[in-house]
DNA sequence: GTCGATGTTTAGCCCATGCTAAATTTGCGG
DNA sequence: CCGCAAATTTAGCATGGGCTAAACATCGAC
């Protein structure tokens, strides 16, 4: 049996995730494709999370307003400071559980969807244990 | 490196699972306090999450819309069948990842948190895999 | 039966995240 | 330089999910 305990402790956290997770998303896919083409551009955001150009732009303007992303109008998008440690922080975080989900023998594909809608809600004793796991797992004559 | 994929998909599927995880978590919480006290009224649900008493009678209004529970004015909250089955197949997911989460050696506050987040992005398989995991992890001699 | 406490509903507000349509800017081909 | 295509922005709309204030219903105490 789940253990009892305060539930509208763990669904504020919850809520609360969700207001940080498309941030994190964001942050990752445009620090993802400024390394791949240089440069970030809205329709690269809409085209990767299959939304409409409008959305990307009013949620990269929300970036702006809470200092994880700068640009100019008609410009690309670029990450602050902040905003590149959070992208660090969002992709070690993704491969991790990545790499665990592997480890614990799905497939890729499932290990790929998974982890984007799991990676959010890791805590970080979680994500050590995780981490764990993969090292045990995973042994020296493995390629 | 996280395998390269369509990423516009997997996030598609994230947000489609945000549109099911309150209602999943509602029904999951409906069926708890009717096991405990015999009825759900909205205040029980506010409390349980720690938000208005507002916010859950529009919530639930949209549960009885989508078919997931019925209620009459100034009556307590019952699930349908359909939501009945969603609240079973929702504990039980609930209840593998949270054993999951032990097994893998995180405390119960971690694990009681976490799984909270996790449960409602968990794939079959995933989900499948998490179940090995904890009949393998659990020997004879454990409690 | 009335009153007050408690619970529910309604009205009205906010923000996030999605959309389309239309206006604007940019930048390239000619 | 002109014009067109592509990208961006603006305007306007929807839904979900949060809130407070105020109206209304229910139920137990008296």
Partial sequence: MVKSHDHSQSHRRVRADHATELAEDYVEAIDDICRESGSCRAVDLA????????????????????????????????????????????????????????????????????????EHHVSRETLHAMQRFIDHTARPSDG
Avoid at 64 to 73: F, H, S
Avoid at 74 to 99: D, M, N, S
Wanted: glycine letters at 8%; zero cysteines.
């Fill in 47 to 118: 085209r990767r999370f299959g939304v409409s150009n409008v959305t990307v732009t009013r949620t990269v303007s929300r970036l702006v307003r809470d200092g994880y992303a700068q640009t100019e109008p008609y410009g690309p998008i670029e990450l602050t400071p902040k905003g590149k440690r959070v992208a660090e922080h969002a992709r070690a975080r993704h491969q991790i559980v990545y790499r665990f989900l592997l480890s614990l023998g799905v497939s890729e594909k499932t290990a790929s969807v998974d982890s984007e809608g799991i």
